[in-house]
C-alpha cells in the first residue's frame, strides 16, 4: 500500500509539471546541497597579510595585538581564500535575469526579514562581509569603550554619516532594497575600518570561510550559473558577473576547487 500511494504522489507531481512551470528547475526531489572551495592559484605565493597603520586611539584598538589587514586572507595550509561571496544567478548572460519563483525552494516562504549586525568590538568591523536580504535591515553595533563611524553610502540604499557611541548601537531606519553592486561602508574615526555588503533577493548565496569553503542550501537541480565576487574583483574579469555554467544535481553536490586570481589590481 505504500508504494501504491507513493508512485501516486509521483504521478501527480509529474502531471502538475506538466502543465506549469514548477519543474522548470526542479524535480520531485530536486533539491540540492552545493559544496565548494575557492583557492588561491598554485602557482603563486600566498601573499603576506601586513600589520595595519593604526594611527588612533591605539591603547584600545591594539590592546589585543597588531591588526592585519584583512582585505586579502589566504589559509597558507590549503590556499583557500576567505570572503569569497558565492551566489547562483538564471543561465544566461541577461544582467537583469532574475531567478525564477519555481527555483526557490518552499521553505525560503517561511523566511522573515532579519537584522544583520555589523559589530566593532575593537576598531575592525565583524563581519568585514556581510550578505543580507532585500527586507532585512542593517544594525551597526559599537561595544567598544571608544566612538566609531558608520559611513555608507549606495546607488539604491541611501547615504549615512553617523557617529556610534561608544557601547551603543545605530540601526539603519528603512529595510533594505535591491542593490547589484556591493556596498562598501567605512569607519572615518578609523580609516583603516571598511567592509562590504552584498543584498540578494534570492537565498542561493553564500560566502567563504577560512578555508576558503562555502556551502549553499536547498538549491534547485538543474542548469545555472555560480559566480565569484571577491572585494578585489570578479572571478573572469568583465564577463565574469554572468559567472560560469554548472548543473546541479543533488542531493549534494560537491564540486571540484575553483581557483581564483585576487591579488590586487594595480
Known amino acids: 500500500m505504500r508504494r501504491l500511494w507513493f508512485f501516486i ?11 506549469t512551470s514548477a519543474c522548470t528547475a526542479a524535480d520531485a526531489d530536486g533539491w540540492s546541497t552545493v559544496k565548494g572551495q575557492v583557492k588561491f592559484p598554485e602557482a603563486k605565493a600566498v601573499p603576506e597579510r601586513k600589520k595595519l597603520d593604526v594611527s588612533q586611539d591605539k591603547a584600545h584598538c591594539l590592546s589585543k595585538g597588531d591588526i592585519l589587514d584583512e582585505s586579502l586572507i589566504v589559509n597558507p595550509k590549503n590556499k583557500g581564500i576567505k570572503n569569497v561571496v558565492v551566489w547562483l544567478r538564471p543561465d544566461n548572460m541577461d544582467p537583469k535575469s532574475k531567478l525564477p519563483a519555481a527555483a526557490i525552494h518552499p521553505s525560503d516562504a517561511q523566511r522573515k526579514p532579519a ?14 562581509i556581510t550578505l543580507a536580504r532585500v527586507g532585512d ?37 528603512q529595510a533594505l532594497v535591491a542593490e547589484a553592486s556591493p556596498i562598501q561602508f567605512k569607519c572615518t574615526i578609523h580609516p583603516w575600518m571598511a567592509g562590504y555588503v552584498r543584498v540578494f533577493d534570492h537565498p542561493y548565496y553564500a560566502v567563504t570561510d577560512e ?14 550559473r555560480i559566480v565569484y565576487w571577491h572585494e578585489n574583483g570578479v572571478r573572469g574579469g568583465a564577463k565574469g558577473r554572468f559567472g560560469d555554467e554548472i548543473e546541479i544535481k543533488g542531493p549534494t553536490m560537491e564540486m571540484k576547487p575553483t581557483d581564483f586570481d585576487v591579488s590586487p589590481k594595480n
Open 9 to 19: 504522489v509521483v504521478a501527480a507531481f509529474a502531471a502538475a509539471c506538466a502543465f
Open 115 to 128: 537584522t544583520i549586525t555589523i559589530d566593532q568590538p575593537c576598531c575592525m568591523f565583524v563581519q568585514r
Open 137 to 173: 535591515s542593517i544594525e551597526a553595533k559599537n561595544p567598544a569603550p571608544v566612538a566609531h563611524n558608520f559611513f555608507w553610502t549606495s546607488a539604491n540604499n541611501g547615504e549615512f554619516n553617523v557617529t556610534v557611541a561608544k557601547e551603543s548601537a545605530w540601526k539603519m531606519p
Open 211 to 224: 578555508d576558503g569553503k562555502f556551502e549553499i542550501k536547498n538549491a534547485p537541480a538543474g542548469k545555472f
